[in-house]
């Protein structure tokens, strides 16, 4: 088992900055990557960044590339999300999840574990 813990979320004004955090403790050596999801309202679960345990590959949502940057500490078992440039449609709940399987790394499935989410809100 692996468990995940966010933190970071908020309220910023467009074109702010947020760094959001996820600790992962439990069975962290068996991670193969990591991922950061959002949901809005009314709309689907998305990938948003993705990072490989050994820190190898990185994939990005078009949305975010240049914006937000995807990032680990394999000695303190944590992985961040620095989102800079905010705007309003970044509005959502974050989720950071844990893969154990050595997949695509821009897949959106086979995340295996999950945690709680943080809201993170850009005022225009």
């Known amino acids: 088992q692996v468990q995940l813990v966010e933190s970071g979320g908020g309220l910023v004004q467009a074109g702010g900055s947020l760094r959001l955090s996820c600790a992962a403790s439990g069975r962290t050596f068996s991670i193969y990557t990591m991922g950061w999801f959002r949901q809005a309202p009314g709309k689907e679960r998305e990938l948003i960044a993705a990072k490989r345990w050994s820190g190898l590959s990185t994939y990005y949502v078009d949305s975010v590339k240049g914006r937000f940057t995807i990032s680990r500490d394999n000695a303190k078992d944590m992985v961040y999300l620095q989102m800079n440039s905010l705007k309003p449609e970044d509005t959502a709940v974050y989720y950071c999840?844990?893969?154990?399987?050595?997949?695509?790394?821009?897949?959106?499935?086979?995340?295996?574990?999950w945690g709680q989410g943080t809201q993170v809100t850009v005022s225009s």
């Open positions: 999840a844990a893969d154990q399987n050595p997949g695509v790394i821009g897949a959106r499935s086979g995340y295996d574990y």
